[in-house]
């Protein structure tokens, strides 16, 4: 294994040329030795400490390596041209369709059922989740497919000896010794803005069809969805009429036909409550509760229904406000 992470860090070699010499030499080890023998490059280029220090890390914390001519016998997406030479996993990798989810940051109410139902949804077809551990629609994700006892392959964007985001250090341990959790980085290794596309890029790669929940035009899930469909992955963006800033992105990616529409019904009981005067007002603009009182009846009861089904929330300014689509 320490020819593979030596021929994965080398540099100087682009990924499309050390792919070329694999199908020449067969393995990375045949590489090495015909390197060294040819005085191809510079005896630090052929240094296998930094590999070796890999692996006895890693030995440590139950990190495991997978070589790109593994992951065709798991995911026949590896023979993408841009699949990477290795990547580093703990738990157990599954074999089906991988179905990703993505969204916001900041979901809605809208973006919070959808998830939930869609989530159910893969469960029930015994999809594979996969996403990252970002805040908001990915965390979600994993939660509901935990909740429904799903499977997950969840995507980090730094060494698998830490979690970001590091608020999500709980979850990034259940998912260590319950499912799976995949990096391109080996361990101690920090975030840095790159791994971010990269790591996106890696998820849409191992993916068969990708969900987009909910974004605007400015969401970074927009970059992923735009990255799945140049990679020729199935993009599903959810669908609603009610259109805002929050779905702006949805509608952007349906609209210039880089993702599919796909409907997901809403709890009756939300829908209802849509539909109710008070909240059409608010959703106009963020209102007083001294405005709202003076211009409808039970104002307080259905305040409480609506917060209670996190279609309003009170925020610091004192007004209550929209959160939906």
Known sequence: M???IWLNDLKGFTLAKKKELLSIYKDPETIWHTFKNLIIVTDDALDLSLANEIIHNHDLLNIKTLTFHDAIQINPNALHEKWPLVCYYIG???KGTYTSIIGTRNYSIMGYHYTERLCKSL???????????SKGIETLAIQKTIKYRGR????????LDKCYPSENTHLFKNIKENYCVLSLYSCYTPVFKSHFKETNTFMMLWSNEVM?????????????????NELGRKVYAAYDTRESHRNSGNN???????????????????????????LLS?????????????????TFEILLELEFHRLIQLKADGWWHYNGW
């Open 2 to 4: 320490k020819f593979w």
């Open 92 to 94: 157990h990798i599954y």
């Open 123 to 133: 469960v029930d077809k015994n999809h594979i989740l996969t996403t990252g551990l």
């Open 152 to 159: 997950l392959m969840v995507f980090t964007t730094c060494g």
């Open 212 to 228: 987009m929940i909910e974004a605007s035009k400015s969401s970074g899930s927009i970059k992923s969805a735009l990255i799945a």
């Open 252 to 278: 952007f990616l349906i609209n210039e036909k880089f993702a599919s529409k796909y409907n997901v019904s809403l709890p009756e009981q939300l829908t209802f409550y849509i539909q109710n005067p008070i």
């Open 282 to 298: 608010i959703k106009e603009k963020p209102r007083s509760a001294e405005y709202l009182l003076e211009r409808f009846d039970h």
